[in-house]
């Protein structure tokens, strides 16, 4: 049974720069393909980003682009959400999930969660 932590969320301000971290256990992460979401007070739980199981495939939202990279390191078992430049409507809980098959924005196909790590932009 594949279990998801994120871990890395925090306070931070305007323009800042956080680290969100996935660490896998149970499987092998290198199997599925990864993906980022976010859920802010009163809204659903929208994509952020996801990656293929080798890293040669990455997509990414909107509103994400060129400010926040994913990332895997199969190794470690372990995937990555760099965020820069962050704006206060990036304020969310974060949420990684995994499925076994391509990545995709549609969280229903999403097989596996963790439990969320929360991230506030505010001065």
């Known amino acids: 049974q594949l279990q998801l932590v994120e871990s890395g969320g925090g306070l931070v301000q305007p323009g800042g720069s956080l680290t969100l971290s996935c660490a896998a256990s149970?499987?092998?992460?290198?199997?599925?393909?990864v993906g980022w979401f976010r859920q802010a007070p009163g809204r659903e739980r929208e994509a952020v980003s996801c990656?293929?199981?080798?890293?040669?495939?990455?997509y990414y939202e909107d509103s994400v682009k060129g400010r926040f990279t994913i990332s895997r390191d199969n190794a470690k078992n372990t995937a990555y959400l760099q965020m820069n430049n962050l704006k206060p409507e990036d304020t969310a809980v974060y949420y990684c999930?995994?499925?076994?098959?391509?990545?995709?924005?549609?969280?229903?196909?999403?097989?596996?969660w963790g439990q969320g790590t929360q991230v506030t932009v505010s001065s």
């Open positions: 999930a995994a499925r076994y098959g391509a990545p995709t924005y549609d969280t229903r196909m999403y097989n596996y």
């Open positions: 149970g499987v092998n992460l290198d199997d599925y393909a």
């Open positions: 990656v293929h199981r080798t890293e040669y495939t990455t």
